[in-house]
């Protein structure tokens, strides 16, 4: 299963750093998506072999990075905006899938979930 930590409650301009571990696999294709009240769920960043698509709203604020011995991957969020305000998802292709710039923000392609963590950002 996927594990997420790190979410929280900030002023705008701050910063968090989200964790996402697993306990046996580092997936190729793993990333974040995020959920707020009354909104679809949306792709944040992924990381998939090695390349890494962002969301419009997020590029150059956050960052994808990971850590092989601890089998963990963060999102670096800076600079917070009271529109990040949601619930964060880990998500992971378990097959091995690489996606493309057409399909990576696709929740369909994402079988493994985690249970969310809050983050919520304040003006």
């Known amino acids: 299963q996927l594990m997420e930590s790190g979410g929280g409650s900030v002023q705008a301009g701050e910063s968090l750093k989200l964790s996402c571990s697993h306990s046996?696999?580092?997936?190729?294709?793993m990333g974040w998506f995020r959920q707020a009240p009354g909104k679809e769920r949306e792709a944040v960043a992924v990381?998939?072999?090695?390349?890494?698509f962002y969301a419009d709203s997020v590029e150059g604020r956050f960052a994808i990075s990971k850590d092989i011995p601890t089998i963990t991957r963060y999102l670096e969020m800076n600079d917070l905006r009271p529109e990040d305000t949601a619930t964060y998802y880990c998500?992971?292709?378990?097959?091995?899938?690489?996606?493309?710039?057409?399909?990576?923000?696709?929740?369909?392609?994402?079988?493994?979930w985690g249970t969310g963590i809050q983050v919520s950002v304040s003006s």
């Open positions: 990381t998939t072999n090695g390349k890494t």
């Open positions: 046996r696999f580092l997936y190729s294709t």
């Open positions: 998500a992971a292709n378990t097959f091995g899938r690489i996606l493309k710039p057409t399909t990576w923000n696709d929740p369909s392609y994402y079988n493994l």
